[in-house]
């Protein structure tokens, strides 16, 4: 990695000291900053210098990515005095995570003060970054992202552009960890249920892997039936669903621990039966919270 280049970070918690740390890694000229002091010094013992202020920091780079909490954190740190100045003509690549809204609010903040703008989300966990696996998603202008990829790449793993509408990283962000934080509710709920009926989480583990494993297949099924519009359950009918989903609230229940989750998501497919869909699949619940679903013809049953 050539050192002529040189990018800011902003924001140093746990994701923005791993961003700096690759950067550092890559050979990258790298100035970091945080609102709380004292978060850099193992980064500055590598290579990265400190700045004594967000202005000074920006100033340093034609780059500057923001990895915060939020963007009401995002903003806090953009909108500190100077810190706009100096950003005019320069580029800000905001990875820190929020809703397509703010993607977009933050964007037209930046064309405001005349500052270049990408959007960003980070879609695996810290341990990645600067590994291949690490995945990085983008919107924006396409020409600006292709300008600054040769500094992003140094962080390592997968980087795609999503289109110019600078929501869209974050449209994808909020879906795909939509599933995440479903599916750890579901194992956090797995996990007391099998340990109130005596399963230890290690005996548990390995078939709650299978579990997951089934995944892939089932979301690729459930993506192209809404695509598709067609929500036959031939297979697996939402009776069936629903009745599984039955067995898990009552074992949980019976033993104290809380099945709001799954309570919330068998009263989807119950009102999916009710509605007249019961020979449908699941996904048939798509339409249901999207508001789309109108009671079906009496034949249907
Ligand atoms: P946090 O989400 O806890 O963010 C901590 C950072 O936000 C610190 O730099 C903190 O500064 C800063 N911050 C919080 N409030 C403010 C504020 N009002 N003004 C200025 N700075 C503020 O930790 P992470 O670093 O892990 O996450 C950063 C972003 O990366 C988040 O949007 C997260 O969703 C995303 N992400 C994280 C992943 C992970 O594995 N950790 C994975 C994928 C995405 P201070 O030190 O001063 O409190």
Redesign the pocket.
Known sequence: MSANLAVTVL???????ALAGAFVAAGVRTTVW???PG?DTELVGRGALRAASAAEAVAASELTVV????Y??AD??LRRPGVAEALKGRTVAN????TPTRARDAAAWAADHGVRYLDG??????TTIGTPDGVFIYSGPKDLYDEQQSVLSALGGAHTHLGEDHGRAAAYDVALLDIFWTTMAGCAHALAVARAEGVTPGELAPFAKGIGAILPEAIEEMSQAVAEGDYSGTSNPITSSASSMKHIIATSESHGVDAGVMRAAAGQAQRVIGLGYGTDGFVRVTELIAGGLAAAEPERG
Request: with cysteine; proline share 7%; charged share 20%.
């Open positions: 924001g140093l918690g746990p994701m923005g000291r945080n609102r709380t978060r990895c915060v909490v939020d009401d954190a806090a740190v990875l820190s995570a929020d989300s980070i879609m695996t966990p810290v």
